[in-house]
T-cell receptor, first 115, second 111 residues
């Protein structure tokens, strides 16, 4: 399977704990995105990488959220001191470097539940 | 601020009953409009990209069209397996590389 891979698929954590999610993009895709989606809503932009550089970050993104993409390959999204409001589906997507306007391909997401 | 709305919020069709979903946008400088399909508990699956008014794309029972203010996803003779949420997203000159999504339309096709 050469699609976008996300791990874990599901995560249940207690409020106040830290969690980390991993995303492996499609090989050779240099653009990588993180989105968050709550029930009944469309995905909401969190952050964007081009290669290893984090070029955009949503104003809505709390300081408790941090993302990295070392060496421009896989990416991790960490949430510190989780809150119940962080419960959502976290989606990763990647797109090709060959065009400025091109579709993004999504992974299956990580469902986070904060109890 | 770029805004994307979708209507209806939910749609129930009988198998074979054709219909259209609407995506309206208010943006500064549209660079691309994207349609995705999303099944429950899964990530969005790419369907179409449209770049300019008048453009049309087709895939099986689906056809996407684009005007200067909106896009339509036409579903011809739908089958129960077409049941899903259909999401519309835009890339604009202000959103740059990121995608701004609408809330989606939940489609149910009854046998």
């Amino acid at each position: 399977d050469t699609g976008v891979s996300q791990n874990p698929r599901h995560k249940i954590t207690k409020r106040g704990q830290n969690v980390t999610f991993r995303c492996d993009p499609i090989s050779e895709h240099n653009r990588l995105y993180w989105y968050r989606q709550t029930l009944g809503q469309g995905p909401e932009f969190l952050t964007y990488f081009q290669n290893e550089a984090q070029l955009e970050k949503s104003r809505l993104l709390s300081d408790r959220f941090s993302a990295e993409r070392p060496k421009g390959s896989f990416s991790t999204l960490e949430i510190q001191r989780t809150e119940q409001g962080d419960s959502a589906m976290y989606l990763c997507a990647s797109s090709s470097r060959l065009s400025l306007n091109t579709e993004a391909f999504f992974g299956q997401g990580t469902r986070l539940t904060v109890v | 601020e770029d805004q994307v709305t979708q209507s209806p919020e939910a749609l129930r069709l009988q198998e074979g009953e054709s219909s259209s979903l609407n995506c309206s946008y208010t943006v500064s400088g549209l660079r691309g409009l994207f349609w995705y399909r999303q099944d429950p508990g899964k990530g969005p699956e790419f369907l179409f990209t449209l770049y300019s008014a008048g453009e049309e794309k087709e895939k099986e029972r689906l056809k996407a069209t684009l005007t200067k203010k909106e896009s339509f996803l036409h579903i011809t003779a739908p089958k129960p397996e077409d049941s899903a949420t259909y999401l519309c997203a835009v890339q604009t000159s202000s959103s740059r590389q990121n995608f701004v999504f609408g809330p989606g339309t939940r489609l149910s096709v009854l046998p």
